[in-house]
């Protein structure tokens, strides 16, 4: 390798070498040192480089090298001196708190099989004859182990060890899953310690003792999670060493992503705003039921129905994304969302979409939005159960209703969906025959052209803005993951700045309903 391609790679890993650095040092003077010390010994050692195809493995195993080195170097050398048998705590002098304290910290560290015999051996007073039979492998291999770990013990007892910052800041992080299936995945992140194993092995590869450290929680208390988030490839294995394996829009990434973007999402604001006082006119004129409802539902119909039209029918038509398959078979995405610890960072206004069709009947269409800090969209779980009755109702062909269609009719009724009155059930939402749709479809399709234009240059910039912010290898998802932002960037957010301008106002339960209508067959 020449020396204009080492150069290259170098760059390319600094920013996550300086950041495994961090992770290890207790100050950014000492991580600077730490990293220029690890380039100077790259460039030193570069013609030991077998192929271009092995440099990664090369830089990482001359980081961890120059890194034991720096440790042996600047650890006050307090050495504990360890026989063939382990000290007992009880026989430790009381001023002795400093060996105990590092004997158990390196306890703590040591992997699952090493540990395992050191307790059943120096703890529990158990034979090497029973521990064999107690973890089903040779007398030979006990002994190996215990050997090994009395040495682990001894080496780890002379470093210096530093936590890392997440053993006393934790990060939160939201699993998220958008697929065509069961998502396996939601219980995965429940816990801090799953949450903190992702965001430590993101940037860096760690081995599991390095991973203890980083987030302060000791080996025994997380093998389990590890070997859970490898089971479901969220976490890869390289060696010893932790990977992971899913994109993470970290918080950093989102206040990026609304600093560069804020005025596209404010231009697509105004191109509703725009197009819907041009048209609105001619929209109500089409003469549709619903036609002349308050101004506030109109502007939530119309909004709703311009953003489907650009967002959901053009722009992902033409991208035609494919989902990837899981490991299960299921076609899906997954990934993290770094939280406050309560929930995603995102806008007040989530998105949420549903239309069933009844071949003989109609469709209903229904964006949804927490108006009032709620989601309005009650029958989420359960619509294609009432759409029957729903469209029966928008047709006035009420009267072979059984008593469970009753049930339900009196239920949309409770919750606003319906209107009773002396006329009988009327659907509180506006109703167009196929032609009267198509006819809308047409007066906006310009505008939802444009705003799908200017949604594509804004996930353009998203997609250049993760390609700074993931790791290497999983640069390759960065506009797949930018076109799962799509419905935040570009639909949640203008509504959201709308709002914010009071051009659209809060539904107080009178009128129609705001984002949801029925066409007819």
């Known amino acids: 390798m020449d020396r204009q391609e080492l150069d290259a790679k170098v760059e390319e890993t600094a920013k996550t070498l300086l950041s495994y650095c961090s992770a290890r040092t207790s100050n950014h003077f000492d991580a600077e040192d730490l990293a220029q010390d690890i380039i100077l010994e790259i460039y030193k050692s570069s013609g030991n480089i077998r192929n271009a195809d092995a440099v990664y493995g090369f830089l990482w195993a001359v980081a961890d090298n120059v890194y034991k080195q720096w440790c042996k170097n600047k650890a006050k050398r307090k050495e504990c001196e360890m026989t063939d048998n382990l000290f007992d705590e009880a026989d430790l002098p009381e001023e002795d708190d400093s060996a105990l304290y590092l004997l158990r910290r390196e306890l703590t560290l040591l992997s699952d099989k090493y540990r395992k015999a050191v307790v059943l051996y120096y703890m529990e007073n158990l034979s090497c004859s029973e521990i064999s039979n107690r ?13 090994k ?12 060890r530093n936590y890392g910052q997440q053993s006393y800041n934790p990060k939160g992080l939201s699993l998220m899953f958008w697929g065509n299936g069961a998502n396996r995945y939601g219980h995965l992140c429940d816990s801090k310690i799953s949450q903190n194993i992702l965001f430590a ?9 390095q991973i203890s450290l980083e987030i302060g929680v000791s080996l025994p208390y997380m093998e389990d999670k590890l070997a859970e988030l490898c089971e479901y490839d969220l976490l890869k294995k390289d060696g010893n060493r932790y990977y992971t394996n899913i994109v993470i829009f970290t918080k950093d990434f989102s206040q990026e992503v609304n600093n560069k973007t804020t005025w596209l999402k404010e231009k697509i604001a105004d191109m509703l705003t725009e197009a819907i006082a041009k048209y609105e006119k001619e929209v109500r004129s089409i003469g549709f039921y ?20 650009a967002i959901i029918f053009i722009l992902q038509n033409k991208l035609k994304i494919v989902y990837p398959k899981d490991k299960f078979g299921t076609e899906c995405f997954v990934w993290g969302a770094e939280t406050d610890g309560q929930a995603p ?4 206004f989530g998105f949420g979409i549903s239309n069933v069709c009844n071949s003989a009947k109609g469709f209903v269409q229904f964006m949804d939005f927490p108006i009032n800090g709620e989601m309005v969209h009650h029958y989420y779980f359960n619509w294609q159960n009432v759409t029957n009755v729903f469209l029966d109702i928008a047709r006035g062909n009420t009267a072979h209703f059984s008593e469970n269609d009753k049930a339900l ?17 009327l659907v509180n939402a506006p109703v167009f ?31 250049n803005i993760l390609k700074n912010h993931i790791p290497v290898h999983l ?9 799962l932002r799509l419905f935040e960037d570009t639909i949640s957010a203008p509504v959201a700045i709308l709002y914010e301008r009071k051009y659209l106002l809060p539904y107080n339960g009178n009128g129609i309903l705001p984002t949801t209508y029925v066409i007819l067959k």
């Open 135 to 147: 973890l089903v492998v040779s007398e030979s291999m006990v002994k190996y182990l215990l050997f």
């Open 149 to 160: 770990s009395r040495q682990i013990l001894k080496e780890g007892i002379t470093m210096e």
């Open 201 to 209: 092995c993101y940037n860096d590869k760690l081995s599991a003792e």
């Open 290 to 309: 619903g036609a002349d409802m308050s101004s506030n539902s109109f502007a939530w119909q119309m909004v709703s129905f311009i953003l489907d039209g």
């Open 345 to 348: 960072l995102k806008s007040q």
């Open 409 to 425: 009719a009196a239920d949309m009724v409770r919750k606003g969906y319906v209107v009773s009155n002396e006329e009988g059930l």
């Open 433 to 463: 025959t196929r032609e009267q749709h198509d006819a809308m479809k047409n007066i906006f399709a310009g505008t939802a052209g444009q705003i799908a234009d200017e949604a594509e240059k804004l996930m353009e910039t998203v997609t």
């Open 475 to 483: 640069k390759k998802l960065a506009r797949d993951m930018a076109y």
